[in-house]
C-alpha cells in the first residue's frame, strides 16, 4: 500500500473528516479550516458511500449466517481478516488522487455529510484518521431543509418538519454511537451555534485538536473571508473540483444563489409555519430528551 509525503494511506494520519446532517454549516466549517495553510481539501468525494457499503453488505451476511442455509457472501470464501486488507487496498487507491499533492505536515480536509453514516467503516478502515462532527439544532436544520426543498435541493431535501428531524437524527445519532470506535483523540464535536457565537475561540479549539497553530490575525483573516455575504457573493475559500469535472471545465465549487441562507440562530421560529413547528416537535418526541444534549442549549 503506498504511502503520503506526509504519513500513511494505511491508517489516515493526515485526513480529517468533517460529518453532521445536512445544512448543519458543515461547508462553513470546511471553508473556514481550509484558509490554513496546512490544510487542503475538495468537493465532496461521497468516498465512504462507495466503501463503506461493501461493508454493510460483509455485516448483513455474517448476521444472517444462522438463519440462510450456513450463510451466503463473500464471507464463505475468506476471512473477514482478508476482506478488511482488500478494503484497505481498494481505499487506499481511491484516497491516492486526493493525498498526492500534500506536503509534510499538511491535512487532507474531507466533508461529506452523510459520511456521519459510515463512522464505524472510517474508524476500522482509518484508525488514526480524526473526524469532527459539526451538530447544528434541529429546529435550524429542518428550517433550512424545508427552505432548499423549493429550490436547488429539491431532488434530496426533505418537504415536511418531521421528514427533516429524521434525517439530522439518522445523522447526529450515528455519528455519536460509533465516535467511540475512533481511536482516543481523534473525535471532536464542534456545536454550529457555538462556531457562529464565537467562531475565533472554536476555531482555536479545533486548531488544538488538529494540533495545528493558527495566529489571531490569520484567524480573523480566515473569519471575514468566509463571512455569510462574502459567500452569498460566491466568495468564501476555494473548494477546488478535479477529475473528470475539472477536465470538462469546472474548477471549483459554485454553491446555488441560495445555498446560504441567514446563517444565524433561532430564526427557525419565523422560517417555521406553526404546523410545520408542530411536525418538528413530535418528531423530535420520538427520540425522547436525547435530542436535547445535541441542539443548542442557548437558542
Request: hydrophobic share 40%.
Amino acid at each position: 500500500m503506498s504511502d503520503t509525503h506526509n504519513g500513511s494511506v494505511a491508517d489516515g494520519q493526515n485526513i480529517l473528516f468533517i460529518v453532521g446532517s445536512p445544512r448543519s454549516g458543515t461547508t462553513w466549517l470546511q471553508r473556514l479550516l481550509a484558509a490554513h495553510p496546512q490544510i487542503k481539501t475538495g468537493q465532496e468525494s461521497r468516498l465512504f458511500e462507495y466503501v463503506g457499503s461493501q461493508f454493510g453488505r460483509w455485516e448483513t451476511d455474517i448476521r444472517s449466517a444462522t438463519t440462510t442455509r450456513g450463510g451466503t457472501g463473500l464471507a464463505c470464501y475468506m476471512s473477514e481478516e482478508e476482506f478488511v486488507a482488500i478494503q484497505k487496498k481498494y481505499l487506499a487507491l481511491l484516497l491516492a488522487p486526493m493525498l498526492r499533492e500534500l506536503s509534510p505536515g499538511q491535512i487532507f480536509l474531507e466533508k461529506t455529510p452523510a459520511h456521519a453514516l459510515f463512522v464505524p467503516a472510517i474508524a476500522r478502515l482509518l484508525p488514526a484518521a480524526k473526524v469532527i462532527h459539526l451538530v447544528r439544532d434541529p429546529r435550524e436544520v429542518a428550517a433550512s431543509m424545508i427552505a432548499a426543498s423549493g429550490g436547488w435541493g429539491r431532488d434530496w431535501a426533505p418537504r415536511r418538519g418531521s421528514q427533516a428531524i429524521r434525517q439530522w437524527w439518522q445523522h447526529v445519532s450515528s455519528a455519536e454511537q460509533a465516535a467511540p470506535r475512533l481511536a482516543t483523540g481523534c473525535f471532536l464535536r464542534v456545536h454550529y451555534e457555538e462556531l457562529h457565537r464565537e467562531t475565533a475561540q472554536t476555531l482555536g479549539e479545533i486548531a488544538h485538536f488538529l494540533k495545528i497553530s493558527w495566529s489571531a490575525a490569520d484567524l480573523a483573516e480566515a473569519i471575514g473571508k468566509n463571512n455569510a455575504e462574502e459567500m452569498r457573493r460566491g466568495g468564501g475559500t476555494p473548494i477546488p473540483l478535479r477529475g473528470e469535472l475539472a477536465r470538462i471545465g469546472n474548477r471549483a465549487v459554485k454553491e446555488p444563489a441560495d445555498f446560504v441562507r441567514r446563517a444565524q440562530s433561532g430564526s427557525w421560529r419565523e422560517d417555521l409555519s406553526w404546523r410545520q413547528r408542530f411536525q418538528v416537535w413530535r418528531a423530535l418526541r420520538q427520540t425522547g430528551d436525547e435530542w436535547r444534549q445535541f441542539a443548542n442549549k442557548h437558542s
